[in-house]
């Protein structure tokens, strides 16, 4: 028997990148899946959104693993539509113990920006994401997890969520709002038996950063900079000697974090970092 044996967990972001491997590294502990992704374009996102073929391609792949799967097309900035899709998923599958909020963007625009020289439009595109996207899946999945006695809630944070980096303000105020919300969620939940955590990635080798508008924040000095002229910069990131780590190095916290393994552990932030957060 897997860690998750008959258990549910519900994962916004899911189509591909850290969700997808959230989705399948749960499922081969055994865990069934709600998983839910906008599958399109952010306006003004300098690199392209998931898709449904996307999103299929993660129901593939957790059915191959002999789990069951309920996926929908479903923005987090849309509270009704994420609490049809959570009510559903627990009726069909029957019940709700983890809930993965992975969903959000990156922080970069079309060239770097101070906090001041952002239009409103960006700045509460980023919030709404990336904070108030976080709270719907938490607002729509708690019940659902009071009524199940106990529960691990997961939201995804970032390095950006502990320190301050330049020319992305706004992601990283939303992300430093993830883990307020994480450590409100954990003391409040805390009588009903559910935990609640965050895990803090440095660069994950996903299209978020593996696109040509992070790679020129990185490297200005080149117009077309690859993914090997990136990589060099992108390790200044980091303590260890590596330029990013992979998304199933990021599901292998958020499944300790679902597991009993942790089951007295609740109110922190995990980095999954290459020791970007003592550097």
């Known amino acids: 028997m897997g860690k998750l044996e008959g258990k549910v ?27 839910v992704d906008i599958c399109d374009n952010i306006p003004d996102s300098p690199y392209e959104g998931a ?10 792949q957790v059915e191959a693993l002999g789990r069951r799967i309920r996926a929908s097309k479903t923005d987090v ?9 959570v009510d559903d998923g627990v009726v069909q599958l029957g019940g709700l113990d983890i809930v993965c ?19 409103g439009a960006t700045w509460q595109t ?3 994401i990336n904070l108030t996207g976080v709270w719907h899946t938490a607002k729509a999945a708690v019940p659902h997890l009071i009524a199940n006695k106990g529960g691990s809630i997961i939201l995804t944070s970032s390095a950006a969520g502990v320190k301050a980096y330049a020319n992305i ?6 992300k430093h709002g993830v883990i307020g919300l994480m450590r409100s969620l954990a003391l409040e939940l805390a009588p009903h038996g559910i935990r609640a955590n965050a895990v803090n990635p440095t660069q994950v080798d996903t299209p978020m950063i593996q696109n040509q508008a992070m790679r020129r924040l990185f ?20 303590a260890l000697p590596i330029p990013w780590v992979d998304s199933v ?13 942790s089951r007295y552990i609740t109110g922190v932030s995990l980095p999954v970092d290459a020791g970007a957060l003592i550097k």
């Open 249 to 261: 190095d990021v599901s292998n916290a958020v499944l300790f974090l679902a597991s009993d393994e």
């Open 101 to 119: 909020a992975n969903a959000g963007i990156a922080g970069i625009t079309s060239r770097p920006q101070s906090v001041w020289e952002y239009d």
């Open 77 to 85: 900035r849309d509270y009704e539509g994420l609490q049809k899709v």
């Open 169 to 174: 303000g706004h992601y990283v105020a939303a």
């Open 9 to 35: 967990a519900f994962i916004t972001g899911a189509a591909r990148g850290q969700g997808r491997s959230h989705a399948i590294r749960l499922a081969q502990e055994g865990a069934d899946i709600i998983a």
């Open 126 to 128: 980023m919030i709404d």
């Open 219 to 238: 490297r200005p000095d080149l117009e077309h900079p690859t993914r090997e002229d990136f990589a060099p910069a992108s390790q200044t990131v980091n």
């Open 51 to 60: 898709t449904e073929s996307d999103l299929a391609e993660t129901v593939q």
